[in-house]
C-alpha cells in the first residue's frame, strides 16, 4: 500500500513566503498542502486559491471547515472557486467543529446547533458539493467519538482518525475499526503531531512535552530517523490501512527524506 504525505500550513505574511512555501512542499515530494479553518489563521479557500496559481501539482484542501460555520451553498460557491482555479485538485476537509468552535461560532454571530444537528450540517453540505462542484472533490472528514467516525465511514472517501497528543496505538486501532464498521474500504489518515521528542510551539504552549510524548509511545509521534519512520508508518499502513500522514509545516523538512523510503 501507497503512503502519501500531506502538511498543514498557513500562510506566511507575504505573498511571496507563501507562494515559496508551497512550492517548496510540492518539490519536496508533499501530496497535499492543508489549511486551517481557525479566526486567527488566514481563511482557507483564497489561500488554497493562491497555493493553486503557486504550484501545478500539489492537492489542496481544507483542514478543517467546520460544517456548522457555512451553508452548504456558501461552502459549494467557494469549493467551485477553488476547483476552477487548481484544475481540479480541492479537496474538502470537514468535521462537525473542533471543541472551541462554539466560540469561534459566536464571534462570528453564527449559531451553534446541537450534536446531531451538527451532524445533520455536515451531511447537508457533503451532499451538496457533491451534486454541484464539478470535478467532484474528495470529502475527507476528522472524526473522533465513536458516533462521528460512524458517520465519517459513511459520509467520506477519507477519514482523519483524531487522536489527542498522548494517544495510543490502541487508541488508532480502535478509531480504524470503528470506521472500518462503517465503511471497510475508505482511505485512513493520522494526523501526526511532532518529529523525535519535538512538538510544535503552539503545543508546548499548552504545556505539552515532547520528550514526555516520545516516551510513552504515543502514536501521533513520529521517530526521529527516516528508516524508522518509513517503518513505522509501512505498518500502520499495512495493519491499519493508514495511506495518509500528516504533519505540521514545522516538521517538513525532518519528515522528507521518509517519503521515498514508504
Known sequence: ?????????TPGPTQASWVERVRML???GYAAVLVPDTLWTTSPFPALAAAAVA??????RTWVIAAP??????VVREAKSVQQLS??????????????AAGEAER????????????????AVVTAVRDQVDPRPPVVMAASGPKALAVAGRVADRVAVALGPRATLAELEAGAARVRQAAPDVSLTLQAFGVG???PEYLQRQGVSGPDLAAAG???????DPTAMADRLREYAERLGVDEVVVPTDFALDVAPAIAKV
Request: hydrophobic content about 45%.
Open 218 to 224: 504515543s502514536v501521533v509521534m513520529l521517530p526521529a
Open 55 to 60: 504550484a501545478p501539482r500539489i492537492r489542496l
Open 108 to 123: 462570528l454571530g453564527v449559531p451553534w446547533p446541537r450534536a446531531s444537528e451538527r451532524v445533520a450540517q455536515l451531511e
Open 26 to 28: 510540492e518539490d519536496l
Open 197 to 199: 521528542d519535538r512538538v
Open 87 to 100: 484544475d481540479g485538485r480541492f479537496e474538502l476537509g470537514i468535521g462537525t467543529g473542533r471543541p472551541d
Open 69 to 74: 460555520m457555512r451553508s452548504p451553498a456558501a
Open 1 to 9: 500500500m501507497t503512503v502519501t504525505f500531506a502538511v498543514v500550513a
